[in-house]
């Protein structure tokens, strides 16, 4: 593993360990050229998945780019970490169970939104508003109200 300061490519691995939900390894690594501790984690990766873009483009699939948009929608919102991977890892294991190796991205959209759903209603709709191209408040009105029903008095819960 290449350290992510000095690009030194001989670091040592000095402790490992499963994470939380048992889905990956957390490696404290030391690098011996600058002196630097970081740390990696080791996933299973059942297949590669491409994702076809609206544009029809193809790019590879990146779990990064899936958790900095729970992350973004998630921000100042008060869940715990540990959900918040659990929830990546959730994703990613649908994704990758589905049996296809090409997925439209509209699949990871509705699949986040599901798990959003749950677990935080803000993050939902903040994530709803850009996946769905909010433009006015009009959008947002509309999609409150299918969220909450038309039988619901929002008065009552607060």
């Not at 994530?127 to 947002?140: K, L, M, Q």
């Amino acid at each position: 593993m290449r350290c992510p300061f000095c690009q030194n490519e001989d670091t040592q691995v000095k402790d490992s360990r499963p994470t939380e939900d048992k889905a990956s390894i957390r490696r404290r690594r030391y690098c011996p050229g600058c002196g630097a501790r970081f740390t990696t984690f080791e996933r299973v990766q059942l297949r590669e998945l491409t994702i076809i873009k609206k544009s029809g483009r193809r790019v590879p699939f990146s779990r990064d780019k899936l958790e900095r948009s729970l992350d973004i929608a998630l921000r100042k919102r008060p869940v715990e970490p540990d959900k918040v991977e659990r929830l990546a890892s959730s994703i990613v294991r649908r994704l990758e169970s589905m049996g296809e190796s090409e997925l439209a991205s509209e699949q990871i959209g509705m699949l986040v939104m599901e798990g959003l759903e749950t677990l935080d209603k803000v993050a939902y709709v903040r994530y709803a508003s850009v996946y769905r191209n909010f433009r006015e408040a009009s959008d947002f009105e509309r999609f409150l109200g299918k969220m909450v029903g038309p039988n619901h008095d929002y008065e009552d819960d607060h």
